[in-house]
C-alpha cells in the first residue's frame, strides 16, 4: 500500500475512534492477499492476514473479529468466529441486487444467507464499484480502458456508455470497512460512492489523460448494462464519506499502473 493510502486510512480511523476501539484485539483477515486485503493492512492494529494457503490453519486460530473476504463459503469461520466469540464481518458485493442471477450474484446472496442464519455477532458489508491500484481485472471498465490507452488504442465502449457506474477508491473503501466492523450494527451496509459517473465519461477521462480517442461500438450481442449504484441510507449513518474523489482516485490509479510498466 502506497504510504499517502496508510496515512489517510490511518487518521481517519483515529477520528472516528476505531483505532481505540480495536487496539489488541485479535483480527483475522482472511482473502487478505488481494486487492481488497492490501488496503487492510493496518500497522497499528493486530491484524493477521491470510491467503487461501493459510485458510484451514486461522481455523484453529483464536480471533476477536474476522473479516472474511476470501471466495470461499464463510461457514468454516462462523464456525470459528462461533467458537472464539468472534465479530464476524462478511465482505460481500453489490451483485447481490442483480436479479440477472449471474453466478456472482448467486454466490454471495447464499454466502449472505448463511450469515443470517447463523447465531454469530454479524455485519454485512456489499461492496460496489472500485478504483485504485489492484482493483478487479478482467472485463471491469476501468482496468479495460487503462490498459487500451496505455498502448495507444482508442478506448472502447458499448452503446455510448450510458450505464451509470460510482467509484470508491480503495484507502476510502478500507475506512468504510473497519468503520463499519466496529460501529455497524448486525444488519447490510452498502459501501460505494455517491458520485455517479457513466461509463463514457470515464472512458473519456481516460482517453484525454493518454491523448487517445473514444471509440463507441454498438453491438447487437452486447446488451446495455444497467447502472450498478449503492443504496448509502446506513453508511451515511456511521458518517461514512467519499474522501478521494473520483478523479483524484483515477489519476492515482492510473500512476500506479504507469509504474507498473
Known amino acids: 500500500m502506497q504510504t499517502d493510502d496508510l496515512n ?24 487478505g492477499t488481494g486487492f481488497l486485503g492490501r488496503y487492510m493492512e493496518m500497522p497499528a492494529l493486530n491484524v493477521t492476514r491470510i491467503g487461501s494457503d493459510g485458510y484451514h490453519d486461522a481455523l484453529d486460530g483464536d480471533w476477536d473479529y474476522i473479516i472474511h473476504m476470501a471466495p470461499f463459503p464463510p461457514d468454516g469461520m462462523l464456525a470459528t468466529a462461533h467458537r472464539c466469540g468472534a465479530r464476524f464481518m462478511l465482505v460481500s458485493s453489490g451483485a447481490v441486487y442483480d436479479y440477472a442471477l449471474t453466478n ?78 466496529a460501529e455497524g450494527d448486525n444488519d447490510y451496509y452498502d459501501v460505494g460512492s455517491w458520485s455517479a459517473v457513466t461509463i ?20 447487437n450481442n452486447c446488451d446495455p ?19 478521494v474523489p473520483f478523479d483524484m482516485a483515477l489519476d492515482r490509479t492510473i500512476r500506479e499502473y504507469d509504474n507498473e510498466n
Open 104 to 181: 456472482l450474484s448467486e454466490e454471495k446472496t447464499q454466502y449472505e444467507f448463511a450469515v443470517r442464519r447463523s447465531t454469530v455477532d454479524s455485519v454485512i458489508a456489499r461492496v460496489f464499484t472500485v478504483a485504485g491500484y489492484g482493483a478487479p481485472r478482467r472485463r471491469f471498465a476501468l482496468d479495460t480502458f487503462i490498459r487500451q490507452a496505455m498502448t495507444g488504442q482508442d478506448v472502447t465502449v458499448y452503446h455510448g456508455g450510458q450505464s451509470v457506474r460510482s467509484y470508491l477508491y480503495g484507502a476510502d473503501l478500507a475506512i468504510w470497512l473497519w468503520v463499519i466492523l
Open 225 to 243: 448494462r444497467p447502472n450498478y449504484l449503492p443504496q448509502l441510507v446506513n453508511s451515511l449513518e456511521l458518517g461514512l464519506r467519499e474522501w
Open 200 to 219: 463514457g465519461d470515464v472512458a473519456h477521462k481516460i482517453a484525454d489523460r493518454y491523448d487517445v480517442g473514444v471509440w463507441s461500438v454498438n453491438a
Open 8 to 31: 489517510h486510512i490511518t487518521s481517519k480511523l483515529a477520528e472516528f475512534g476505531v483505532l481505540h476501539k480495536l487496539a489488541g484485539a485479535r483480527i483475522l483477515v482472511t482473502g
